[in-house]
């Protein structure tokens, strides 16, 4: 449930959300009081959201970024199981946030 409301209104809670939903074959305590943390988030900002000044100046923009997460050694740089990547994009019209996504691989 709280990945369809980050995907969808909440992008200020991705990072947390994505760091805890790393793990559902094995989580832990951590796991458990970090999604635990991110409800009382919600409910000490109830009253506040995300408020979207269209610009109509500006048209449709996309922002993409990728890069290596870690994994990658020099010395084995042959195997193909070493290098880990990750990718983000970002799709806004009139400045408005669209569309959101980050993914590792």
């Known amino acids: 449930m ?5 995907g969808t209104t909440r992008p200020d809670i991705s990072m947390a959300l994505h760091r805890c939903t790393r793990f559902p074959m094995d989580p832990k ?3 458990k009081r ?5 409800g009382r988030y919600f409910l000490g900002m109830m009253n506040h959201g995300i408020k979207y000044s269209p610009n ?3 048209g449709l923009d996309c ?13 084995d740089a042959d195997n193909p199981d070493n290098v880990l990547s990750g990718t983000a ?5 009139a400045g408005c946030s669209l569309i959101w996504a980050t993914s590792r691989m």
């Open 2 to 6: 709280l990945t369809y409301l980050q």
């Open 29 to 31: 305590l951590s796991h």
């Open 34 to 38: 970090a999604v635990k943390r991110i």
């Open 56 to 58: 109509m100046q500006k």
């Open 63 to 75: 922002y993409v970024d990728a890069d290596f997460v870690g994994g990658w050694a020099k010395a």
């Open 89 to 93: 994009y970002i799709i806004t019209y």
